[in-house]
Structures are given as structure tokens and as C-alpha cells.
């Protein structure tokens, strides 16, 4: 679908003015109207935002009088981020996708925030009930030389969203960003956020060095295992990391670099007996694909029937804890062989432990069809990943909460 935009109407980009993610998202209306996803409860765990567009809003949150002066005069959020290194930064295929410029441009109604109308469309074009959203720039907060700036980003970044965005759209949901270079913090995180409207669990941004498993964690394990939430370990690559200097490729990074420190994490987590010590708290391992999961679960059986002794706290296999207390986004899913990728639900348990979850917007997003098009899934499977386990995980309504088809592309 195109617009209806003269030639010369070009804004100083050189790009047409005009975008729409209701027209962007036009082929994903449409997918959902042909599969009829109107009675399918449809959760998405992991959306996101560029909190980079809303900047200027989440400024005043900043605590600290220095970081938010300084936070002042910087035009975007990732001026005071850690640069992430040049080999990972055409992410938008040399400008090809449109969307990312594009959204800048859109056009919303100033009653509400910018960011409510954005996921909105989105939501409604792709056919979601609710949606899990995460921020992006911060993600790479985790490897920042000043753990202040962790801190304050975060805590500004979570002010705004639960404040001025949330409130305006029931179906909008987060995860508290956790600064875990700052345990201390942490426990203020959960306490004051934890129990806010539409707060469904906690976030950590994977690309760090800290152990997970060590025990000044324990008492950030202990108090989101109370609350009945869940915790989960967002993957994201940092360039900078010596092992992928090397690659000189964006592809190169992205394939290993999402799957990297969510191993590693998930490894120690499992190991080190976290579920043993925990047994309610509930781990989600996000945007790092599935392909990884059943390799980790056969290299930790084989080498802990041989060690046992070094993982005194485990009772049962490494796997059986990591197809029980974990769950797993599907974005983005590898199904070039579906023989491997039907192996691969079986192996991590997808009827109760596979959460449906899009990336939105980002280059690589994935729409509900990549779940609902799979030939080895019934019915009643296609439900539980695209939206029941997630409902029962978050604790939300069991009901569809999406807007008639027709109105979709109004």
C-alpha cells in the first residue's frame, strides 16, 4: 500500500513524509484476518521502543542532577551510552528498512503519548491481545564503565513508562529493567516498581560480565520469587566483546552475539543450583532464538553425568530444570528444518515453556503466523504458545482483548 504524496513533498531526509505503521504493517492485517486470530488470545513478550524518540520526556525522571544536566544537552539517549564499536551498526540494511526513519516521521494525535499511538497500531495490525514492550538503546546499559549511568537511565527510563505511558493503554504491559551492576539498586527497583498497574515481571540486559549466580543476587532472587513474578534475561550483543571483534560482518555478530551471554547466564543459573534454591522463581531467556537450547541442554548432561560433584545442588539432569523453570521467546526462530525445529519444541517442552513474541520493531520482527503456520502443531499448541502460557506466566486476562479485524486498517 502506498501513499498518495507528490514527488517534491520530500522532508530534508530525502525520504517521503507520511509513514504509517498501520500501512506499513498492511500484509500482517491481512495475514491476521485470513487466520482468523479474533478468538486466539494473542500475547507478544517481546516488543520494543525507541525510547530515543521520547527522550526529551524521560529526562525529567533522572535522579541525579549531573547525569540528567548532562542528559540535557544530549540529543538522544545512546549519546551516553558506552559506544557499542562499529562492526554492528547497520542494523537497517544500509538504510533499506524504511521503518526505522520512517517512524520518526509518523504522524499521531497529541492527546496521548507518542508511544501509546505507535503500539497501538502496531498491536492492532499484527493482531495482539497484550504486549510485553522493552526499551532498546538501554539494553546496552549492562556493559557501561559507570554503573551510575545504569541506574539512573533505568530508573528514569521505568518512571515514564509505568507514569505517562502505560496508564493510557491497559494492553501495554513491561518488565522492570533491573540494574544489575548495582544489586543494591535492584532491591529499590522491585520494591517501588514491582506491584505497579501492568508490571508483569523483571528484565535484565544479558550483554554483562557480573555472575548471575553469585550470592549478593540472592536477595533480588528471593524478593521477585514472593512476588510471583518472573524474571527474564533480555540477549543483546556488545561489539566490543574480544571473541566477536573479529567478525566483520552485522550477520556475524547478531548470530552469535544474541546467543552469547544468555548461555553463559543460563549456564551458571543451572549449575550453580538457582532452581534448586529457588524453586518458584520462573526465568525468561528472550530474543536469543531457540536453536541454542537443546545444544546447551545435551553439553551440560554430558558433562555433569561425568562431574556431578561440581553441581552439588542439583537433584535431576541439568535439562530437566532448564524445560521446567525456564521459558523461551521464539523470536527469532530458526525454521529452516522444521524436522530440527520440531526436535527443538520437544526438547524445551513448548506446550507449557515457548512464549510467542514479535521483536517489533526491529529488522528481524516476527508476526504470529511463524508459530500458527507450523505443520506439527495442533490447535490447542498453537494456543498455549501464542498466548496461553504467557497469560498464565504474567497472570493476565483470559480473554481477547483485540479490536474487530475491520477496524485494523481504518
Not at 507478544?44 to 525507541?50: M, R, V, W, Y
Not at 529526562?59 to 551516553?80: G, K, L, T
Not at 528498512?97 to 497501538?120: A, F, N, Q, T
Not at 495442533?378 to 502460557?389: D, F, P, S
Request: glycine share 6%.
Amino acid at each position: 500500500m502506498t501513499h498518495s504524496v507528490e514527488d517534491s513533498d520530500l522532508t530534508n531526509t530525502g525520504r517521503r513524509p507520511g509513514f504509517d505503521t498501520r500501512h506499513h504493517l498492511a500484509h500482517a492485517a491481512n495475514q491476521a484476518r485470513e487466520r482468523n486470530y479474533r478468538d486466539f488470545l494473542i500475547v507478544d513478550a517481546d516488543a520494543h521502543q525507541n525510547e530515543n524518540e521520547s527522550w526529551s520526556d524521560i529526562v525529567p525522571f533522572i535522579e541525579d542532577p549531573v547525569v540528567r544536566h548532562f542528559a540535557e544537552y544530549s540529543r538522544h539517549m545512546s549519546a551516553m551510552l558506552f559506544p557499542s564499536g562499529g562492526n554492528a551498526a547497520n542494523q537497517s540494511g544500509s538504510g533499506r528498512l524504511e521503518r526505522y526513519p520512517g517512524r520518526s516521521l509518523e504522524k499521531v494525535p497529541s492527546d496521548i503519548p507518542r508511544d501509546v499511538s505507535l503500539v497501538r497500531r502496531e498491536m492492532d495490525s499484527i493482531g495482539v491481545d497484550y504486549q510485553v514492550v522493552f526499551p532498546t538503546s538501554l539494553l546496552g546499559l549492562g556493559m557501561h564503565p559507570d554503573t551510575n549511568m545504569e541506574v539512573q537511565l533505568a530508573w528514569a527510563y521505568t518512571r515514564w513508562m509505568t507514569e505517562v505511558v502505560m496508564p493510557h493503554e491497559p494492553r501495554v504491559k513491561t518488565m522492570v529493567y533491573l540494574p544489575f551492576n548495582e544489586p543494591e539498586a535492584c532491591m529499590r527497583f522491585i520494591e517501588t516498581f514491582g506491584d505497579r498497574p501492568g508490571v508483569v515481571g523483571f528484565m535484565v540486559a544479558g550483554a554483562r560480565y557480573r555472575p548471575i549466580h553469585h550470592n549478593v543476587y540472592a536477595p533480588i532472587y528471593r524478593a521477585i520469587e514472593e512476588r510471583g513474578k518472573p524474571l527474564g534475561f533480555h540477549a543483546n550483543y556488545y561489539a566490543k566483546e574480544r571473541v566477536l571483534e573479529g567478525m566483520n560482518r552485522f550477520l556475524s555478530v547478531h548470530a552469535l552475539g544474541f546467543v552469547l551471554y544468555n548461555l553463559v547466564h543460563l549456564t551458571n543459573v543451572i549449575i550453580n543450583g538457582i532452581p534448586e534454591r529457588f524453586p518458584k522463581l520462573r526465568m525468561i531467556w528472550i530474543e536469543s532464538g531457540l536453536a541454542w537450547v537443546p545444544f546447551l541442554m545435551q553439553r551440560l548432561d554430558n558433562e555433569y553425568m561425568m562431574r556431578t560433584a561440581e553441581a552439588p545442588l542439583l537433584k535431576r539432569p541439568p535439562s530437566e530444570y532448564m524445560r521446567e523453570s525456564c521459558y523461551y521467546t521464539t523470536q527469532p526462530m530458526e525454521s529452516g528444518d522444521l524436522q530440527a525445529l520440531e526436535t527443538t519444541f520437544r526438547m524445551i517442552n513448548a506446550d507449557s515453556q515457548l512464549l510467542f513474541a514479535s521483536d517489533y520493531p526491529h529488522w528481524d520482527f516476527n508476526l504470529p503466523s511463524t508459530i500458527y503456520d507450523l505443520p506439527f502443531l495442533g490447535e490447542a499448541q498453537k494456543r498455549r504458545i501464542l498466548g496461553e502460557n504467557a497469560r498464565a506466566l504474567f497472570r493476565l486476562e483470559a480473554k481477547t482483548v483485540k479490536p474487530e479485524p475491520a477496524a485494523t486498517n481504518a
